[in-house]
């Protein structure tokens, strides 16, 4: 399995964890606990885009919360005989503006200085059918709610819909009473993209997409 044949030193059997991924139904993910470990990652390149294929690769959904500080996060990882936790032990260790944590079979990637209230906003009901991963954030960005509390904190989202060409598989889910930092990652999952991120932009912009900038 190829991570970015740009940026990427060596990665040696990671077919463990391919046959791992490609085998869940839509809307099931593989505990992370559960997942078997890799022989060799070793990676020197950007974080967001590592993330963002490893997510894929074990068949687990990586929320990315960027640090405002650094939105851009250079990583140095060599591991051996890995399991996932290994792998974002070594993220952090390499970022180490960064924390991560497991909620409800996910992974949350965050600044350890602290995370975005906005990402803590409660949603009460959200419902969709047969959309892909962006349209699903969309509506659940133009909620009531959510839109009430954009106000309040004087935050803009930057739309980057339009400069994603290439739609995810098409989803359904209904939500209730999680924050959207939960909603993100449940649509995540539902779309088989396994990944979604947060960026502050500056002067209250920010932006929300489901692969890194």
């Not at 139904?25 to 997942?35: D, E, K, V």
């Not at 590592?50 to 960027?66: D, R």
């Not at 779309?191 to 932009?201: D, E, I």
């Amino acid at each position: 399995m190829n991570i970015n044949n740009a940026k990427i030193t060596a990665l040696v059997l990671f077919m463990v964890v391919a046959g791992v991924a490609g085998s869940p139904t839509m809307g099931q993910q593989t505990s992370p606990s559960n997942i078997p470990p890799v022989r060799i990652v070793k990676y020197d390149g950007d974080m967001a885009d590592f993330l963002a294929q490893i997510g894929k690769s074990f068949g687990v959904t990586i929320g990315l919360e960027i640090d405002p500080k650094q939105p851009k996060r250079q990583i140095s990882i060599d591991v051996n005989d890995a399991t996932l936790a290994d792998v974002l032990n070594a993220v952090v260790k390499s970022a180490p503006v960064y924390q991560w944590r497991e909620r409800n079979g996910s992974i949350e990637v965050l600044p350890v200085e602290g995370s975005n209230a906005f990402l803590d906003t409660m949603i009460n009901s959200f419902q969709v059918n047969e959309v892909d991963q962006t349209e699903a954030m969309n509506r659940m960005l133009n909620l009531l709610e959510v839109q009430a509390n954009l106000r309040s904190m004087s935050l803009t989202r930057k739309d980057l819909s339009s400069t994603s060409a290439k739609q995810s598989e098409k989803l359904s889910v209904k939500i209730e009473s999680v924050t959207i930092r939960q909603a993100l990652s449940m649509i995540a999952n539902e779309s088989r993209a396994r990944f979604w991120v947060f960026q502050p932009l500056g002067k209250g912009l920010f932006s929300i997409s489901k692969s890194p900038m």
